[in-house]
């Protein structure tokens, strides 16, 4: 067993439990064991386990972004007084600085990274609990927890006539070529599409003037197309039954993200000011907002209240006098 071996070992484990576990409920309750559907549900039931267990480091995640907009108007002023300069100690000054600011206000540009980072080790077991399936029926042995006999039902189980197993690339045994195809494309379509779609709507909704204008944002527009296109190339190599849990996982995703640019928006963002809009138009307080300064959410509500004002929502109909008879 190699280095790499060794260290996705206990994943491969845990991923394997999980999907059993899902699958033993499944059987139990009438589903057939051997059912491509039985499995798909199993490992969109992985996913669920993932994620949720995933929610306090979103929380996380959240704050950490909120705290990197706030910044955003210190480190422009931070590379304004560095501009120019690119011998080694002025650099060097500048990343102690930069470090600093990080760690006074507890955050960094790689926290928004850290959902991600975790689920990449979860995905890529899956990945070779799912790609070893046919190797290990052939050699007569189980994967993780998956017994020899679960091994073999996995492997004759399909969709539509694409079995689990098979890949846009390499095809599958037993499978219907045109179902593969079809499939996988679909699935990778839609795979795409949600990530870029979740991508877009942050952006567009979810991000301060002070963000869309700072050179950070630069990073972000290549993220947004570079990321799709990675797995979308990926894709083509992917099991289906991979296709169907990165499919899941960036539909959680997109739904999650609606949920908070919704709730709780970035400060000074357009999401933030409909909001405070919608809050006063029902006359409701202002609602703190995660990471963000109470003096902005009053401003942004202040703001609200006086455009819905000027708007004469709130003004009520005058009653005509009644003639006495």
Known sequence: ????????FPFKWLVSVI???????????GLPAANGWTWTLSIIGLVLVIRAALIPV??????????????????????DKYKGKTDQLSRQAMAQEQMA???????????????????????????????GITAAKDQGKGIGAMSHEQVVQFDSSSIFGAPLSASLLHGGAG?????????????????????????KQIMAKN???????????????????ILPLVFGVGGINFPIGVLIYWTTTNLWTMGQQFFVIRRMPTPGSPAAKALAERRAAKGLPVLPILGGKKADAEAEAAAA???????G???QPQRKNRKKK
């Open 175 to 199: 499978g219907n070529e045109v179902a593969v195809w079809i499939l996988s494309i679909v699935m990778i379509l839609a795979m795409t599409a949600s990530q870029f779609i979740t991508q």
């Open 101 to 131: 600011m990080y760690k006074k206000h507890g955050t960094n540009p790689f926290s928004a990274c850290l959902p991600m980072l975790i689920q990449m080790p979860f995905f890529f077991a899956l990945f070779q609990v799912l790609s």
């Open 19 to 29: 999907m059993v576990g899902f699958h033993d409920g499944l059987s139990a309750i």
């Open 207 to 225: 991000m301060s003037e002070e963000a869309m204008a700072s050179p950070f944002m630069r990073q972000q527009k290549m993220m947004l197309y």
């Open 305 to 311: 209240a006086a455009i819905i004002e000027a708007k």
């Open 58 to 79: 979103f929380v996380k995640q959240i704050k950490a972004q909120r705290g990197m907009q706030l910044l955003q108007p210190d480190l422009k002023k931070l590379q």
């Open 313 to 315: 929502q709130r003004n």
């Open 1 to 8: 067993m190699d280095f790499f071996e060794t260290i996705m």
